[in-house]
């Protein structure tokens, strides 16, 4: 099991970017949390099987229907199982 911190820049906000991410990393059990920043960006954690976190990951970057993903920052941390589900913070 592994931990992501993420941050995702371009047009992430405005777009359906946390729902939509929401909806991806419960259908492929992965928990955490995003949300947006003041300065634009889109930060999210991810736990869970390193396959559906990296396939979460990289579904944030290539196919969320409308947003424009122009950089991501990507910090591995210590898993901690914390979560209960994924959510969106405010």
């Known amino acids: ?7 995702f820049k ?3 906000q405005g777009v359906f970017f946390r729902k939509n991410t929401k909806e ?7 928990r955490g ?6 300065d634009g960006r ?14 979460v990951i ?8 409308h947003a424009k993903v122009t950089d991501v920052e990507i910090i ?3 898993f901690t199982n914390e979560f209960k589900g994924f959510d969106i913070r405010r």
């Open 10 to 12: 371009g047009r992430v």
């Open 1 to 7: 099991m592994i931990r992501k911190h993420v941050y």
């Open 76 to 78: 591995d941390e210590e």
């Open 33 to 38: 949390w995003v949300r947006n920043l003041r």
């Open 42 to 55: 889109v930060e999210a954690v991810f736990e869970g099987a390193e396959d559906r976190v990296k396939e």
């Open 24 to 30: 991806k990393a419960r259908k492929e059990g992965v």
């Open 58 to 65: 990289r579904w944030c970057r290539n196919e969320q229907p």
